[in-house]
């Protein structure tokens, strides 16, 4: 069983910066592919970014590519989420995921992570 605990959200104007953080308890986190998705108010929950285990090979959803950043600290258990230059449409409950075995590809649909985190608010104001 895996936890995961985000922190890091808050109110910033836009073109400021956040740093999102997500702990997770548990062993084997090098194995684990871990995300971010966010949900606005009357939306879908949506794929940000995601990073593998080992390599670090990473991905993004388009809105976000040179602005948000994905990382892991895998001494740490911790991955992060680096946002800059943040907008208004950048609001939304942000949820950390993972997923607890192999992926040929970095899945971006929230079906195919298996552990969650209950969210951290990020608000943009314009």
């Known amino acids: 069983q895996v936890q995961l605990v985000e922190s890091g959200g808050g109110l910033v104007q836009a073109g400021e910066s956040l740093r999102l953080s997500c702990a997770a308890s548990?062993?084997?986190?090098?194995?684990?592919?871990m995300a971010w998705f966010r949900q606005a108010p009357g939306r879908e929950r949506e794929f940000v970014a995601a990073?593998?285990?080992?390599?670090?090979?990473?991905e993004y959803t388009d809105s976000v590519k040179g602005r948000f950043t994905i990382s892991r600290d895998n001494a740490k258990n911790t991955v992060y989420l680096q946002m800059n230059s943040l907008r208004p449409e950048d609001t939304a409950v942000y949820h950390c995921?993972?997923?607890?075995?192999?992926?040929?590809?970095?899945?971006?649909?929230?079906?195919?992570?298996?552990?969650w985190g209950q969210g951290t608010q990020v608000t943009v104001s314009s």
């Open positions: 995921a993972a997923r607890g075995f192999p992926a040929i590809t970095l899945p971006r649909v929230r079906d195919s992570y298996n552990y």
């Open positions: 990073i593998r285990g080992s390599t670090s090979y990473t």
């Open positions: 548990g062993r084997d986190f090098t194995n684990y592919v």
